[in-house]
């Protein structure tokens, strides 16, 4: 049985928003693809009923349909976030509003567009129950697939701006009305090299014993 906690570790501390260092020109191959859904289909969900749909795009056409859809539900807002962050000083902003629209320029161009879906619409039952039980159903799978991408090389980002045109994108892909999409995730090779730790608040900071503990 595998026993390399430090292997682990680092891939469980790396597996972060890649945006700038998607390699646009290596292609990812399909078997790839199966192989780290294949190992998100363990993930923990609701009655192990494993009611989630993958929607993997690699043709160019729909992919620039679904990046036209991305840029219109948030470029406008995020390039106002980063003039408001750079007049604020705000340095992580800063970096991380370009990172998001260097994504939203380039997204096209990645290798791969991956869509996960669930049954169920938050408008038919909008209380907190049925939402969470929808979201903890697949969530859990999306990051089991984002970290077995990570293992074979290749990086991705959770990005959720186009379910402002949700219904756009599932008319471009043919999914089902009672389907919801619950994110956007590029797929690239990571290019440049491997990948250190993104800055965290230390663990303490965000833990409370046997109830509430404000941050210091």
């Known amino acids: 049985m595998p026993s390399d906690a430090a292997y682990f570790d680092h891939i469980l501390s790396t597996t972060r928003s890649v945006r700038w260092r998607l390699d646009l020109d290596r292609p990812v191959k399909r078997a790839t693809l199966h192989e780290c859904i294949g190992l998100a289909r363990y993930a923990p969900n609701a009655s192990n009923a494993q009611e989630w749909r993958w929607i993997l795009v690699d043709d160019p056409e729909q992919k ?45 161009q990645v290798p791969v567009h991956v869509i996960p879906c669930m049954p169920g619409r938050i408008e038919d039952d909008p209380s907190l129950g049925a939402v969470t039980r929808l979201f903890a159903s697949i969530y859990p799978a999306v990051w089991s697939f984002q970290l077995a991408l990570r293992s074979r090389g290749l990086g991705s980002t959770l990005t959720t701006s186009h379910l402002l045109g949700e219904q756009q994108v599932a008319q471009q892909l043919g999914i089902p009305s009672h389907y919801t999409q619950v994110a956007l995730i590029p797929v690239a090779h990571i290019a440049g090299g491997d990948l250190s730790p993104p800055p965290r608040q230390p663990a303490e900071a965000a833990i409370g014993w046997n109830g509430w503990r404000e941050n210091p």
């Open 64 to 108: 620039h349909a679904i990046a036209e859809v991305y840029r219109a539900g948030m470029m406008e807002t995020m390039q106002a976030l980063l003039t408001k962050r750079e007049n604020e000083g705000d340095l992580a902003g800063v970096r991380h509003s370009r990172a998001v629209l260097h994504l939203g320029r380039i997204l096209e």
